[in-house]
């Protein structure tokens, strides 16, 4: 009962559910043995037709390709896509699936954003090639991720939601789309969703807006803390406050960065100094904000 009186105030809300050639590496150095220099912007890149990007906003894939244009300095136009909207990106590339990247005066569509980081840094139309340095396959890194994986759905995915402020999740249909699809720890997405069968047909709609209700009225003190926690271990495996690997700014960066921002949209985390700067930096140099000021 108390869930659904949460659910019922919320419902008038703007935070309502329901209102309308690499070497890897296992550990790294900090840079305090090593200078690191800032990565050195070029002059701002503006195509007659100007590149169109569509994303989620919330999508770290889709991050990955905004922060790349912004690091390489390239004006495009950035369509946010209602997180319900199945016609566009359909009509676009067939699917409903982003980032979707087009080149008008190519008349060129593309998905996957490392083919679409690729073909940009490659082309010189979009400034010099090769900015990006190819990604040192840090297998610590990776782990890392892989370790905070459920600790960050069950605290960002409510969140998204609940902000009422981020572009795809504007209307209801776009909240409930996403919470349709994407599950809440302990369970996995087959469960969740199911397949469509009578022995397993998923879990009922008005069950998965309980649940995502229960997450976000739930004291997040605790996984906040093993967060706060994980980041410290973070902090030392970056390598600078402007670049994560040692070497230069590379694909590690806009990989690691792209999945960190999210992270910001979670009310009282602590960041290391280092990684606080690292996060700074990159928000400034892609011209990809970060959720500070809406963090739930």
């Known amino acids: ?7 019922a105030t919320l419902a008038t809300s703007a935070v309502a559910f329901t209102v309308p050639a690499p070497i890897a590496s296992t550990s790294y150095l900090s840079a305090s043995t090593t200078e690191a ?5 070029g002059h701002k890149i503006i195509r007659d037709d100007l590149p169109i990007c569509y994303v989620y906003d919330h999508c770290p894939f889709c991050v990955r390709v905004r922060l790349a244009l ?13 997180n319900d909207d199945i016609p566009t990106p359909t009509k676009l590339i067939g699917k409903k699936i982003a980032p979707i990247f087009t080149i008008p005066e190519d008349d060129l569509t593309m998905a996957e954003s490392l083919d679409i980081i690729e073909k940009v840094d490659s082309d010189e139309r979009f400034g010099p090639t090769g900015q990006l340095l190819p990604s040192t396959a840090r297998t610590d890194l990776k782990s890392w991720q892989k370790s905070v994986q459920i600790l960050l759905r069950t605290l960002q ?21 996403f919470i349709k699809n994407h599950q809440l720890p302990p369970y996995e997405k087959p469960e969740w969703k199911g397949d469509g069968t009578d022995e397993n047909p998923g879990i009922a709609m008005e069950e998965k807006l309980k649940l995502y209700a229960e997450a976000m009225a739930k004291d997040p003190a605790p996984l906040v803390e093993d967060l706060n926690a994980k980041l410290i271990e973070l902090d030392d495996m970056v390598f600078s406050q402007h670049y994560c690997s040692e070497g230069g700014l590379s694909m590690d960066d ?10 910001t949209i979670v009310k009282g985390v602590q960041w290391p100094e280092k990684l606080r700067a690292y996060m700074d930096n990159f928000s400034a140099l892609g011209d990809v904000p970060l959720y500070d000021e809406m963090a739930l």
């Open 1 to 7: 009962m108390k869930v659904w009186c949460l659910l």
């Open 37 to 41: 220099s800032p990565f050195v912007q």
């Open 70 to 82: 912004g690091i390489k300095n390239v004006k495009y136009n950035c369509f946010f896509l209602p």
């Open 157 to 177: 995915r409510p969140r998204y939601v609940a902000t009422g402020l981020l572009p795809e999740f504007q209307q209801i249909d776009g909240r409930h789309a």
């Open 254 to 263: 806009i990989d690691l960065w792209s999945r960190l921002r999210s992270i």
